[in-house]
């Protein structure tokens, strides 16, 4: 999602509201003829800023939870596709149907089906060393669309016949539809939670109407009226206003 810290962005809005306050406490004197930077319009600015961050608080909790409950849920995938592949070796069936099996096991914990080989010295001397991509494939949609293969796959041979619920088909589906739910619910809250990011940046940093560019501007226009030595510019100079848009 992000590597910047939340409260870097609050940051920047605090610092706004402090600068707001202090060309406030000017009075007549910062009269600027630029409606985006008059007072009025920094008070707007500073309300959509924070309405702004509180929407992205709102949308971090339920993405946060949909995250956490499905990891909770695929827990349970490696261990059972363990137990469904020995379960198919148990029975009469083709060393294929059991290899197929197993190449999907493999790829739903991230596994390689052969060891990887050494450079040869052929490519070392040429300079162009192998490169290897690695097979695993352990993205929550990888896992889940390796694992409903394998649940296919076992439908379809006749031995399989488990005794134990949790291995026979019909408790499988299920199992599949509620990780495919969790994984879901995962993209439409990380989704909401993008756009109140994007919203958000849009407000504190969009070149010109955004809140950093618009407080370097009541900087500059303070300086302009009171002087760049002067007492109300140095209150308002060292407020720092950061390019994150993360």
Same mark, same amino acid.
Request: glycine share 4%; hydrophobic share 35%; net charge positive.
């Given at each position: 999602?992000?590597?910047?810290?939340?409260?870097?962005?609050?940051?920047?809005?605090?610092?706004?509201?402090?600068?707001?306050?202090?060309?406030?406490?000017?009075?007549?004197?910062?009269?600027?003829?630029?409606?985006?930077?008059?007072?009025?319009?920094?008070?707007?600015?500073?309300?959509?800023?924070?309405?702004?961050?509180?929407?992205?608080?709102?949308?971090?909790?339920?993405?946060?939870?949909?995250?956490? !409950?499905? /990891?909770?849920?695929? #827990?349970?995938?490696?261990? %059972?596709?363990?137990? @469904?592949?020995?379960?198919?070796?148990?029975?009469?069936?083709?060393?294929?149907?059991?290899?197929?099996?197993?190449?999907?096991?493999?790829?739903?914990?991230?596994?390689?089906?052969?060891?990887?080989?050494?450079?040869?010295a052929e490519a070392t001397a040429t300079g162009a060393e192998n490169k290897h991509?690695?097979?695993?494939?352990?993205?929550?949609?990888?896992?889940?669309?390796?694992?409903?293969?394998?649940?296919?796959?076992?439908?379809?041979?006749?031995?399989?016949?488990?005794? !134990?619920? /949790?291995?026979?088909? #019909?408790?499988?589906?299920? %199992?599949?539809?509620? @990780?495919?739910?969790?994984?879901?619910?995962?993209?439409?809250?990380?989704?909401?939670?993008?756009?109140?990011?994007?919203?958000?940046?849009?407000?504190?940093?969009?070149?010109?109407?955004?809140?950093?560019?618009?407080?370097?501007?009541?900087?500059?226009?303070?300086?302009?009226?009171f002087g760049a030595t002067s007492p109300q510019f140095r209150q308002i100079s060292?407020?720092?206003f950061s390019q994150l848009k993360k």
């Open positions: 999602m992000t590597k910047t810290s939340e409260t870097g962005h609050a940051k920047n809005v605090a610092n706004f509201e402090e600068l707001t306050n202090l060309v406030l406490s000017h009075g007549m004197m910062y009269n600027p003829s630029r409606s985006a930077i008059k007072v009025q319009g920094l008070q707007m600015l500073l309300s959509e800023a924070k309405n702004s961050l509180q929407n992205v608080t709102n949308a971090l909790p339920p993405y946060k939870m949909a995250a956490a !409950e499905r /990891e909770t849920a695929f #827990q349970i995938v490696p261990s %059972l596709t363990t137990r @469904l592949v020995n379960s198919l070796k148990a029975t009469d069936t083709t060393s294929r149907m059991d290899e197929t099996a197993q190449s999907l096991a493999r790829k739903i914990k991230g596994e390689r089906a052969k060891t990887i080989q050494p450079t040869t991509i690695s097979t695993a494939q352990t993205s929550f949609d990888s896992v889940l669309d390796n694992f409903d293969k394998l649940i296919k796959h076992l439908q379809n041979i006749p031995q399989f016949t488990p005794n !134990e619920i /949790e291995l026979q088909p #019909q408790s499988l589906n299920t %199992l599949c539809e509620t @990780l495919r739910g969790k994984n879901n619910q995962v993209k439409i809250t990380a989704i909401a939670l993008d756009n109140a990011r994007i919203a958000r940046n849009k407000v504190l940093y969009q070149p010109i109407s955004g809140l950093t560019d618009i407080a370097a501007d009541v900087k500059t226009y303070v300086k302009s009226v060292g407020l720092v």
